[in-house]
């Protein structure tokens, strides 16, 4: 933990202290017997000395603390500290009691204040650490102990961009925050790598959904318009200089990728690639989005049966004719739905998915060679969909492909 002194005169720190708040719950810390901090300097506390051998290591710390002892512990998921001087009297704090606000815990990289006048229990008071000084050579960890912060990657978000992006984006938000970035390469429709002074970064785009490979894929498969949604953000993005625009309130997701809209040419690509029918939208709750702009883009890509919503609004001629979600004896063994082919032409049903609502059972493939004739009824089981049906009511889904239903989850008859 690093104190700053951002006076014009040292300062005392005998009798001062540091407690760390837990649940609601405040304890003490640290109490500081002796010390004092020069005018602008820097006041340093860690749980070892720079020259300590740990079982995995010697300690990284490459300057002598002012102040060691063990007693030091930050949570990593519950963090807030608060600093008392002699008379109780509260100093400063750190964090809001939930998880850290900036820094990185997967790759060791320090929280670092932005403006010592900030509110510390703010998120965009704080940034993770872009350099590391005073470290051990070699380290990977990225902190700047007692010398000045790194500037940070991501700065406030201006007044100056275009209706173009502030229609679908709060750029005024006092969390919005941007950065430059190079694209190195695109995952899939929805994620790509980028390179932000130097660090590479996986980045998923906010708002929106793309089909998945087969790594990712409930279904093992690569979604229906994968590889077409890939290539559309391959053609606009890839190797080129972007800007991300990022909350720092909802600034990583739990996989720890930078969640953010993307920007080329004074345009958002999230919002190009929902509007050519590539991705659907995704958590629209996410505080940088304007919600019923969003929504109308997609709404306008489904009446228009783009990408993804080619089988939009189409009527099967395959429909959930029957079903029985309560029968006599045991759900999970006599359960069943049927279908009907209205046609005068046999269909082929490969590949074809039969699903209940979200939350529900794991969708069901038909297998290859699996044809319902002209006219004809097909009754599929629960013993082999695997599908239960709630006795207090459901909604069944048919489609020709699995992703037709886990982007728009409309059913073409039910």
Known sequence: IELKNVTKKDIDLSGWKLTRVNDGLETDMIKISSGVIKAGGYFLIANSDCDYHYSGGES????????????????NSNLQIKLYDQNNDLIDLAG????PLAGNNDKKYSMERNDSNADGALASSWHTATD?????????EQATPKCSNSPP?????????????????????????????FVLYVVDGDTINVSINGEDQR???IGMDSPESEKSSDFKIDEPYFQESKNFAVAELENKNVKLLVSSKE??????????????QDQIFNINSISNGWSRTYYLSHPLINKPIWENKQKQAQIQQLGIWEYFGLKSDVVINEFIPNPEGKDSENEWIELYNTSKNKIDLSGWFLDDSDGGSRPYIFTQGTVIGAGEYLVVKITVSGIALNNNGCLLYTSPSPRDLSTSRMPSSA
């Open 132 to 140: 590391r000084k005073n470290l051990d050579f070699g380290a990977k």
């Open 96 to 99: 809001d009691e939930g998880k």
């Open 203 to 205: 980045v998923r785009l």
């Open 153 to 181: 990657l991501f700065t406030p978000c201006d007044d100056n961009y275009p209706l173009s992006i502030r229609d679908y984006i709060h750029t005024t938000n006092v969390d919005c925050f941007q950065a430059d970035a």
């Open 251 to 264: 600034k990583y997701d739990n996989y720890n990728r930078l969640l953010a809209a993307v920007v080329i």
């Open 60 to 75: 990284i710390l490459n300057v002598k603390p002012d102040l060691v002892d063990s007693s030091v512990f930050l949570s």
